[in-house]
């Protein structure tokens, strides 16, 4: 029945993506050489998973969570760039600045999507649209509400909802709500949390996350 719910939730995040498609650039991969003697010799591939492993040690040096990265690349060398498809990003737990969360899925929404560090700094070269689901227990809920570093709105829902149960059941007449979340030193987002759901003492949650590219 979790996995239904956790579907039906993926589902309806989607039906609301087409408005952060539009923040998506409409640019297209560069043009590389020597991309297909690139891939014969692996080394696309071992790019790619130093990609993945940076952007993981760096989430882990921010937030102290383990997330496992996972990037499709385009053609060639693009991944050198700092350019490709999709990133997919999961987490078992979260725990950090006071939000306590499990079973975290990020994906990436928009066709192209280019980063790039620079002195050890990560930057966005392009608007990043991500949709995300998560859940949480009621331990987790009582830990998050006390430590009290939730957008406002979202708190007084969430506080509401832990008192009458049924109230999941009209808590999405209060949603969206869209607040500012921290990435690292160097880069802000926006949060909307689109749908929130209760089964079985788990509350479940979706959303988008838009991180604007660095000026």
Request: hydrophobic letters at 40%; glycine letters at 4%.
């Amino acid at each position: 029945m979790k996995k239904v719910i956790v579907i039906l939730l993926l589902l309806s995040s989607f039906a609301f993506a087409n408005d952060y498609e539009l923040f998506c650039s409409a640019n297209q991969p560069s043009k590389t050489i020597g991309g297909n003697l690139a891939s014969l010799l692996g080394f696309n591939l071992l790019s790619k998973n130093i990609i993945e492993s940076i952007l993981q040690k760096e989430i882990k040096k921010e937030t102290g969570s383990k997330f496992k990265i996972k990037i499709k690349n385009f053609y060639g060398t693009n991944i050198t760039n700092g350019e490709f498809k999709s990133l997919q990003a999961n987490s078992e737990k979260y725990e950090h600045d006071g939000i306590y969360l499990k079973n975290i899925s990020i994906n990436t929404i928009c066709p192209y999507n280019h980063i790039s560090f620079k002195n050890e700094i990560l930057y966005f070269e392009e608007n990043m649209v991500l949709n995300f689901s998560a859940n949480l227990n009621n331990e987790d809920l009582v830990k998050t509400l006390k430590a009290g570093n939730l957008n406002k709105n979202l708190t007084k829902i969430l506080k509401k909802a832990s008192k009458y149960s049924g109230f999941y059941s009209i808590i999405n007449t209060f949603l969206p709500i869209e607040f500012p979340i921290k990435i690292d030193e160097h880069n802000k987002a926006t949060l909307k949390i689109q749908n929130i759901q209760k089964n079985n003492e788990i509350i479940y949650f979706d959303g988008f996350i838009l991180i604007k590219k660095n000026k």
